[in-house]
């Protein structure tokens, strides 16, 4: 039941950001919103103010923000006023309401942030120890030594190293480093670590931060940097075949295995553990969420910014009835895609 509240309460705050987003520059825009539903499938419960109706819906796994228009149709009758319809709008005035969902889930996932860095202890890239034999040693490294830069990406987190060594692929890495004040650079080629799974640099790390002054606002962004970083390189792991089955998990898989398990190994350290495990998957899927809907992907916002972008540079829009073809076969894709992942949920779950 633990399990079940957390998780509703996590995505419903991360879908209600984001839809909150279209509906605030909707309304700004004029743009009429026929309806404001969180969750997907039945109606649980739903009231109506102004012209627009507001549900909560049996499945949280989602959420919609419904335009006039949105579809290449008028809801109103021929003849009368259309002057809210999302097709009569300015073309920057769509950009703006489609594009506001994803910004949205960032701002969202900024003052995720800003609250975790003031709760957790924050790691710096120094090396506090150098592995005996590992290659961090062998490249001159020393304790002490701060790492700046991984193959030309800048490092400011601990976090970024582990990111770096878990998605790194062979050949030597260009490090940059700090040491006394005076920078230096090295190469050096991670080893395999069989009890880790995974290659390492050779470096250990227990320098903590202390935040003053506006630190939490930089160190809020370098979170940021990260969950987006991660994001990429784990949908690039995606795209290239490198990530099984087993890593792949939808709303269910989420709910046990990162929600679930995350909450029965922490809750013995404490409320403030739980919530900044639980503020963690949130910031996690909030980038994500807003990563995930940039993609020019039809039936998705980055799929109608392609749309209104094109008529935006040619000042010709596209036939309504044309693009909402495109959004349907992408609409149909995502459905098989649900109950693709539903079924690798239960087989990672129960198999």
Partial sequence: MVTLILFVLIFGVVVISHEFGHFLLAKANGIHVIEFSVGMGPNLFSFQKGDTKYSLKLLPIGGACMFEGEDGLNEKEDGEDHSGSFLNANVWARISTVLAGPIFNFILGFIIAFIMVNLIVIRDPVATEIVDGGAAQEAGLEAGDRILSLNGSKIHLYEEIQLFTLTYRGGEVAVEYERDGVKGTTTLTPKYDESEGRYLIGISNADFVELSGLDSFRYSWYEMRYCVNMTWKSLAMLVQGQVSRQDVAGPVGIAVNVV????????????????????????????????????????????????????????????????????????????????????????????
Avoid: C
């Avoid at 403030?272 to 495990?277: K, M, P, Y």
């Avoid at 998957?281 to 940039?294: A, H, R, Y």
């Avoid at 540079?313 to 609409?331: A, D, R, S, W």
């Fill in 260 to 351: 679930g398990k995350t909450y029965e190994s922490t809750k013995d350290y404490g409320w403030q553990n739980v919530l900044v495990n639980m503020l963690n998957i949130t910031l996690m899927l909030t980038v994500n969420l807003g990563i995930l809907n940039l993609l020019p992907i039809p039936a998705l916002d980055g799929g109608r910014l392609v749309f209104l972008i094109w008529e935006a540079i040619t000042h010709k829009p596209v036939p309504p009835e044309k693009e909402g073809m495109v959004h349907f076969i992408g609409l149909m894709f995502f459905m098989v895609l649900m109950v693709f992942l539903l079924f690798n949920d239960l087989v990672n779950i129960f198999g």
